[in-house]
């Protein structure tokens, strides 16, 4: 897949395309207005603790650390006419 990845002012871009023959193999059907669950995490690292970063996710899942094996963790996308919109 492609990327870019962008510094702002107020945090972070971030682009990805994925090939459509990636969801085709995985019977996914991609028309305007099917959604699907999705996970977002970042990872913040720091000198003090090079190996353990603190992660922060798109979703407020109600957690005191952001989980990825919780499923609150996981918003919807839901795809748009001309591209997709984070839910």
Request: hydrophobic share 50%.
């Amino acid at each position: 897949f492609e990327r870019a990845v962008v510094r702002t002012a107020n945090g972070y871009c971030v682009e990805a395309t994925l090939p459509r023959a990636l969801f085709d193999e995985l019977g996914l059907e991609l028309k305007a207005g099917a959604t699907m669950r999705l996970g977002l995490f970042r990872a913040d690292f720091s000198p003090a603790r090079p190996l353990d970063p603190a992660w922060i996710t798109w979703v407020d899942a109600g957690l005191k650390v952001a989980d990825f094996h919780v499923a609150a963790s996981f918003g919807e996308l839901r795809l748009a006419e001309g591209g997709a919109a984070l839910e």
